[in-house]
């Protein structure tokens, strides 16, 4: 997703460098400098500032860079969590919340589960898991087997650490 625009902003930058530095050192070799410099600087310093081209240039420019700026900043694929390359030219991943519901169903299957609400992250799983009967320690013990299996079969390139909580319901 950034790749194409970094790729392209990257080959403008290097090719406006490019040029200018040619011309820059085409100067300082006492030559002209090129045509569209000398009518560049020329418009500039002759056109006033509220002339309608130079703020649609301006604005232009500044909504490129408030849009590079946003996609310095926000983070690329985050809900997608990267799975195991056994092959060098595939690539594939798994969604968090996709991974938190496969990692639910599997819990739920412990008896003595009444409800359990998985969260996925990059470097963690917790599970909060809810037992309305059954002691609480072979409950964990069991959820704790359970997730960490099911961890190991997602196919995480990194496996993500464990957290497991069981409590019982709330008395009403």
Do not use: N
Not at 88 to 93: F, M, N, S
């Amino acid at each position: 997703m950034r790749r194409v625009p970094a790729f392209l902003v990257a080959a403008v930058v290097l090719g406006a460098a490019g040029l200018f530095l040619y011309d820059v050192a085409a100067v300082r070799a006492h030559r002209p400098a090129m045509g569209w410099r000398r009518r560049l600087a020329h418009e500039l310093a002759t056109r006033p500032l509220e002339d309608g081209w130079v703020v649609v240039i301006a604005c232009a420019a500044v909504v490129a860079g408030v849009w590079l700026v946003v996609l310095a900043l926000t983070p690329g694929l985050r809900a997608v969590l990267p799975m195991r390359r056994d092959r060098a030219d595939l690539r594939a991943g798994i969604d968090r919340r996709a991974a938190a519901l496969v990692l639910r169903d599997r819990a739920m299957e412990v008896a003595g589960v009444q409800s359990v609400r998985v969260g996925v992250g990059r470097r963690r799983v917790t599970v909060r898991a809810r037992s309305h009967f059954r002691d609480l320690d072979d409950v964990r013990a069991d959820v704790d087997a359970v997730i960490a299996e099911g961890v190991r079969k997602l196919g995480l390139a990194r496996e993500p650490g464990v957290s497991v909580r069981v409590s019982r319901p709330v008395k009403r």
